[in-house]
Nanobody, 127 residues
């Protein structure tokens, strides 16, 4: 059973930065695709960034240039570095993992139904 635990969410002022982390339980971490999603109140869950097992990364347009997804296979940890935060970034942020090929999505963040393991989320509030 794969377990994912997010951390790093906080309340920050616009223009600030945060780094989210997602610690994964022991599984073949490096061979799975991982992603970051977010959901604001009253809105659908949105894919933000994803990183493939080969280290390839993709971002949604709102994240490009501001967010960076990375992972440390040895620590089984996924990261999301977020800079130049704006109030519209306020949401619950989730990490997810799945056995999917990121390249099949042709440069787009894979949809949430492609991932089958999810964390509980960490709240980011930007004011």
């Amino acid at each position: 059973h794969v377990q994912l635990v997010e951390s790093g969410g906080d309340s920050v002022q616009a223009g600030g930065s945060l780094r989210l982390s997602c610690q994964a339980s022991e599984f073949t971490f490096g061979t799975w695709c991982m992603g970051w999603f977010r959901q604001a109140p009253g809105k659908q869950r949105e894919g933000i960034a994803s990183i493939g097992n080969d280290g390839s990364t993709v971002y949604t347009d709102s994240a490009k240039g501001r967010f960076t997804v990375s992972k440390d296979n040895a620590k089984r940890t996924l990261y999301l570095e977020m800079n130049s935060l704006i109030p519209e970034d306020t949401a619950m942020y989730y990490c997810a993992t799945g056995h999917l090929n990121i390249h099949l999505w042709l440069g787009y963040v894979p949809p949430d139904y492609a991932f089958n393991n999810w964390g509980q989320g960490t709240q980011v509030t930007v004011s």
